[in-house]
C-alpha cells in the first residue's frame, strides 16, 4: 500500500553531508585529547542530535564543553558545506516522482533548522520541501525516540501507520520503527545489516525509492 506521507531525513539521504561534518567533528574531538578519525565519528554519532554528540564527547573526554565549542565546530563544519557539499547522487528526481504521485513529503532531521536551510539551499534541493521542515529542536526527545516522527506526522497531518521514513542510520531507523512507521534504511555509507538489524528495508540507490514506495513496478 502506497504511503500517504515520506519522511526523509537530511544529512546522508538527501544531502552528502555525512563525511564532511564527520571529519570536523573527528578532528575537533581530537583537539580535545581523545583521538578520532571520521570512522569513529561515524559509529559514535551519525544519527543523533547535537546535543546528544556533546553529551557523549564530554562523556569520552571527562571535561565540559566550553560555550565556544559548538559555534567554532558549526562555523568549520558550514565553511566545508559551502566548498564541496553536494546532495546525494539522483535524489532530487526520486523526490520529485514521490510528489509528482500525490504523495507528501517532508524533512525530519537531527539537524537545527539553520543547518538545513544551508544544506538543502547548497544543494538545490530546498525548493522541494519548503515549509516542511522538522528538527529534533522541537522535540523533548530526538532519535532514536520516536518523538521527532511522530511530530512530523501530526503536523503534516498524517496517521503514523500510514508513513514511510528515509533513514541512514540505526538511531534514525528504531526512532521510525519506534513510531509505527515502516523504515526504509539507505545503506550508501551504513552498514547494511545494521540498518536491517535495526528494522529497515535496505536498499542503496535512490533510483530505486520510487519501486519501493509502489510507484513503479
Known sequence: MRPSLVIFDCDGVLVDSEGIANQVLAEAVTRLGHDMDEAGSRREFVGLSMTSVMARIEAMTGAALTPRWLPEVQAITHARF??????VPHVGPAVEAVQAAGIATCVASSGTPDKMALTLGLTGLAPLFAGRLFSAVEVTRGKPAPDLFLHAAARMGHDPHACVVVEDSVPGVTGAVAAGMRALGF??????????AAGAEVFDDMRQLPALIGLTS
Open 82 to 87: 559551502r566548498e564541496t557539499l553536494a546532495a
Open 187 to 196: 545503506s550508501r555509507e551504513t552498514d547494511a545489516a545494521l540498518l536491517r
